[in-house]
């Protein structure tokens, strides 16, 4: 009886209607020509789907398309040193007053690269050769793919790795116009794939024979590469800005150059510490003469030699604190930034932090300010940066310190010392760590900061650092109006 009125009651319950959230499926189609290239190979990691879409957006684009390099493409020339010969350049390290700056293909997007290896003017290799000339675009062919950047008076004349091509074109117009496709998503996921959407793992000059460009008119063209044009001139005015306040800095602190202030008395560098002067570091990268020279020599020459804790200086000093992150699509969270991209107007590789995950972390910690200065604490340390107003709003992680300044009257002076060769001297000083080197908050507030007995001097470097920042700032937005045109009148044009 119990049994039959259960029975009768489960075959009268309702049934459960389950909803599945639709999501967006990638998919596209694969010839059977490409699948028996790519080794008779079924899986759908083998192809990747948004690179295959991006070649048929193009292949579809309104205005047909055009080769890259060929006889009938846009390029003139695209080769890296010791290519004809497929042999790599030798290279001979040196100290910086006896070689030349040596740049990394990383450092190809910076602002202001500065050299962090120099090479001896007795390398065996064409140095000329390795030297950048204006109006080239460059491409990045190992490790990291597809980097691009465009060679203004900034980056002409320096020496650069041999692991950067080098493009020129048959027609001016096609540089900045070719330089905007290949910062654009689709033109970069071209460009980093090959014709099966495989990623490529190396590029050489050939392959850009197989990348399709939109063949838009000449005018679209025109207006494309003004707007690049314009906004590297912005650039370099910047950084000329930069070096003049630097210059008057020195000038004013009658700093000699660097190397001056170091010393070497034996085949291995040794110098005696008092042990009233040992503030409980022990270790010897802390007590280099050469910061302890800067210091007495500030001393000397400065109105008054503060720290960055000082309220003067600063009203906070920022060390976010490690967390889990959780990412989330472009659109959907705040850009999120390391210390590696701290030298790039327009940062690559972004990822966007979670808002609903990080909310409070985000107005506590992570977020960016206009005319913060920000500083590598980890890993390499003292890469120095002062945030723009394109930044306002982004985030960055914990391996960088920020340092909040009094008011604008001192932000970008601050910036310039920090920036300069004795500023990065006093910051890893506070070095420590055996396998990664870190310095934290507490340090960073203890880092010397001369002010000036001239003080229209020092509102003047003020000023400069600061009308740097704008013109960085205008040159991201004429970049960003270049993209926007590519995307909506070139790409995606009805």
């Given at each position: ?54 070649r048929e957006s193009v292949y579809k684009g309104k205005y047909g398309t055009v080769i890259l390099y060929g006889d009938s493409g846009l390029i003139e020339t695209a080769y890296y040193p010791g290519w004809m010969q497929r042999s790599r350049l030798k290279r001979i390290w040196c100290d910086k007053p006896y070689g030349e700056g040596f740049y990394l293909p990383s450092q190809m997007t ?208 920022i060390l976010p604190g490690r967390f889990k992150r959780v990412y989330v699509q472009e659109g959907y969270g705040r850009i999120f930034i390391g210390g590696k991209q701290l030298g790039e107007l327009d ?148």
């Amino acid at each position: 009886m119990v049994a039959g009125n259960l029975a009768h009651k489960m075959n009268a319950a309702p049934e459960i209607e389950v909803h599945i959230p639709e999501s967006p499926i990638k998919w596209c189609s694969v010839s059977l020509s490409d699948m028996i290239s790519r080794g008779k190979r079924l899986e759908a990691s083998v192809f990747d789907v948004e690179a295959k879409q991006a070649r048929e957006s193009v292949y579809k684009g309104k205005y047909g398309t055009v080769i890259l390099y060929g006889d009938s493409g846009l390029i003139e020339t695209a080769y890296y040193p010791g290519w004809m010969q497929r042999s790599r350049l030798k290279r001979i390290w040196c100290d910086k007053p006896y070689g030349e700056g040596f740049y990394l293909p990383s450092q190809m997007t910076d602002l202001y690269p500065v050299p962090e290896k120099h090479i001896s003017r007795l390398a065996d290799c064409d140095m000329d050769e390795l030297r950048l000339k204006e109006n080239t675009l460059l491409l990045t062919r190992s490790g990291t793919i597809g980097n691009i950047s465009y060679v203004s008076r900034t980056l002409a004349g320096r020496v650069f790795s041999d692991d950067v091509i080098r493009v020129t074109f048959k027609k001016e117009y096609d540089l900045g116009y070719v330089y905007t496709y290949l910062k654009s998503k689709v033109g970069s996921l071209i460009l980093q794939t090959n014709g099966y959407g495989s990623v490529i793992t190396h590029v050489e000059p050939d392959h850009l024979s197989e990348i399709p460009v939109p063949d838009a008119p000449v005018e679209l063209r025109q207006r494309i590469h003004n707007l690049i044009a314009r906004s590297y001139a912005l650039r370099d005015e910047s950084n000329e800005m930069i070096d003049k306040a630097t210059g008057l800095l020195i000038a004013e602190l009658h700093l000699p150059a660097i190397h001056e202030f170091q010393k070497v008395a034996a085949p291995v560098s040794t110098f005696d510490v008092k042990l009233s002067n040992m503030n409980l570091r022990l270790d010897a990268s802390y007590h280099v003469p050469a910061a302890d020279a800067i210091v007495a020599h500030l001393k000397e020459n400065a109105a008054e030699l503060t720290t960055v804790g000082d309220s003067q200086i600063s009203r906070s000093v920022i060390l976010p604190g490690r967390f889990k992150r959780v990412y989330v699509q472009e659109g959907y969270g705040r850009i999120f930034i390391g210390g590696k991209q701290l030298g790039e107007l327009d940062p690559s590789n972004k990822k966007y932090l979670s808002n609903v995950h990080h909310s409070d972390r985000i107005a506590q910690q992570l977020e960016l300010k206009e005319n913060m200065t920000l500083i590598t604490c980890s890993g390499t340390i003292g890469r120095v940066a002062l945030v723009g107003k394109h930044w306002e709003g982004w985030t960055a992680n914990q391996h960088i310190i920020r340092v909040v300044p009094a008011n604008k009257e001192i932000a970008g002076y601050l910036y310039i010392f920090l920036t300069s060769d004795y500023g990065r001297t006093l910051i890893t000083r506070y070095t420590y760590g055996s396998v990664v080197d870190e310095i934290d908050d507490d340090h960073v507030r203890q880092i010397p900061i001369p002010l000036l007995r001239n003080q229209e001097m020092q509102q003047q470097i003020n000023s400069l650092a600061l009308e740097s920042n704008v013109r960085r700032y205008e040159a991201y937005k004429l970049e960003q109006e270049a993209l926007r045109i590519m995307n909506e009148e070139v790409i995606f044009a009805k």
